[in-house]
């Protein structure tokens, strides 16, 4: 791709958001109920490429279940408050009312942040991680556990115990190589992942080095987004990132490159910034094999907060990097996912409108359907309440 001159001595590649590409027509239709949505990770099968992100405010053992049934996967994370807190009903409650308190204009960012804090700084329980495990594992559910770079070795004991299925190591920013001055041991995630028995999905990344470094440590999967969640404010604080579907591209072209010098096939999970069946669609077509949602799925009546939506870095100790929001709740999980939808907005039905979009430009699987074109759109779509 051709760089683009910012300023004399400085030029920068031209990337582009999901909102600014779209899915071009082959020259074939079919039946919507033909198309396949499934795929693999490891030797665990999906009926539909979703995984709900390692939020508080979306996933829980419940709704893991609940994503289990309906043909998906969930991650809990292993820092969250289902492990910090026998029951964190009452928790979740009060951070509902925080969020609402926000929505409202009523009381600070910096008291809610600080509350926040007070609420995170309860101890991981490592014997939670087991029962929740346990919890998902007895009602026939994929066991999906997360947990942050910093804390991989200090609770992967803990969680390896408990045998999940899928382990995530999940940050803002991951990478198989940090450099550090020594004052502390860096996490080795080349060295972790390849001793450990269960596959692990990594990120997130968003450019075609790190994406390729972390499939060379031997990870079933990587996490492509920095930031472009709803809650997430890493672009603005930091000024890091990359528009999601060249990030996808991007991470396609690394994965090409590591299956023709290995003949390994390391899975590519867009990660953030999708809302409607329509942006997951375009994922696909972009080069993601699944997806992790987060705000979707906070949507949804069963949802562990109530439409509460707040990041792990929205109260980092040092430097937020997210705010807390609400979002307003359209049905159920399964409605959310799989409808059916009442209304024409594309945050129901999500899979509904996957398989559509497929069936319309002929693809059958998702596979197949990545091979299809893309538009870039000129100007950019502005999507109501962007501006």
């Known amino acids: 791709m051709a760089e683009i001159e910012i300023g004399i001595g400085k030029s920068g590649r031209r990337g582009y958001s999901l909102d600014e590409v779209a899915i071009v027509p082959s020259r074939r239709t079919r039946d919507a109920d ?13 009926e539909i490429p979703v995984i709900a ?46 969020t609402a308190q926000r929505g409202a204009g009523q009381g600070s960012d910096t008291e809610r942040i600080a509350r926040m804090r007070e609420i995170y700084a309860r101890a991981v329980e490592p014997e939670l991680i087991a029962h929740r495990v ?72 968003a450019s075609y080095q790190a994406a390729l470094h972390l499939m060379r440590t031997g990870a079933a999967g990587v996490l492509v987004g920095v930031g472009p969640g709803a809650a997430s404010t890493t672009g603005r604080v930091l000024g890091v990132g990359n528009p999601q579907a060249t990030a996808i591209a991007d991470a396609r072209a690394a994965r090409m490159r590591h299956l023709d010098e290995t003949g390994v096939y390391v899975h590519v999970i867009a990660d953030g910034g999708m809302r409607t069946g329509g942006d997951i669609a375009k994922a696909v077509v972009c080069g993601a094999d699944g997806v992790m949602l987060g705000s979707p799925l906070a949507r949804a009546s069963e949802a562990p907060a109530g439409g509460a939506l707040w990041s792990r ?36 039905n999500l899979m509904g409108a996957l398989r559509k979009s497929m069936a319309v430009t002929g693809y059958g699987t998702l596979k197949e359907f990545q091979k299809a074109d893309l538009m870039v759109m000129s100007p950019p779509t502005i999507r109501p309440g962007q501006q």
């Open 34 to 46: 033909e198309v396949e949505t499934s795929w693999q990770i490891d030797a665990y099968q999906f």
């Open 53 to 98: 992100a390692p939020l508080d405010g979306v996933s829980s053992p419940a709704t893991a279940i609940e994503m289990g049934r309906l043909g998906g996967a969930a991650a809990v994370h292993a820092e969250g408050l289902w492990c910090r807190y026998e029951d964190p009903t009452d928790v979740l409650a009060e951070i509902a009312e925080l």
């Open 134 to 205: 346990s919890e998902i594992r007895d009602a026939g559910a994929t066991v999906c556990i997360a947990v942050t770079p910093a804390s991989t070795e200090s609770l992967l004991a803990h969680i390896v115990r408990a045998e999940p299925d899928l382990l995530v190591i999940h940050g803002t920013v991951t990478s198989a190589e940090h450099l550090t001055d020594g004052a502390h041991e860096p996490l080795d995630l080349k060295h972790l992942v390849r001793r450990l028995e269960v596959p692990v999905l990594v990120g997130g990344c």
């Open 313 to 348: 870095s929205s109260f980092h100790h040092k430097l937020p990097r997210g705010g807390m929001r609400r979002m307003d709740q359209v049905g159920s999980l399964e409605q959310v996912l799989n409808g059916p939808a009442d209304r024409a907005d594309g945050r129901t």
